[in-house]
């Protein structure tokens, strides 16, 4: 059973950084893409950045575009999200997720297969 561990989270001012983390375990994390994704409150949860499983991509919600940087470490089964000026906006709860087969980019809930309980952000203005 594959289970994803989120790390990282918690409270920073406006400007400041974070960096999250999730530990894969019980599958071959290199077989799959990684996504993580927010959910704010009263939102739905969207799309925040991808790696594909070679580590050969990624993508990024326009929002976060140059503030965000997804990273993976196959031996350490471990995918990072560091988060650098950071905004009141970004609050929310990050979730990391994994896709196989992972061989491209993943932007839609549905497409993963399996997900992380989730990890707090909460940026101060």
């Known amino acids: 059973q594959v289970q994803l561990v989120e790390s990282g989270g918690g409270l920073v001012q406006a400007g400041g950084s974070l960096r999250l983390s999730c530990a894969v375990s019980?599958?071959?994390?290199?077989?799959?893409?990684m996504g993580w994704f927010r959910q704010a409150p009263g939102k739905e949860r969207e799309f925040v950045t991808a790696?594909?499983?070679?580590?050969?991509?990624?993508s990024y919600a326009d929002s976060v575009k140059g503030r965000f940087t997804i990273s993976r470490d196959n031996a350490k089964n471990t995918v990072y999200l560091q988060m650098n000026s950071l905004k009141p906006e970004d609050t929310a709860v990050y979730y990391c997720?994994?896709?196989?087969?992972?061989?491209?980019?993943?932007?839609?809930?549905?497409?993963?297969?399996?997900w992380g309980q989730g990890t707090q952000v909460t940026v101060s203005s």
């Open positions: 019980g599958g071959t994390f290199s077989f799959y893409g």
């Open positions: 790696i594909t499983r070679s580590g050969g991509s990624t």
């Open positions: 997720a994994a896709d196989r087969p992972g061989h491209r980019i993943v932007a839609r809930t549905y497409e993963y297969d399996y």
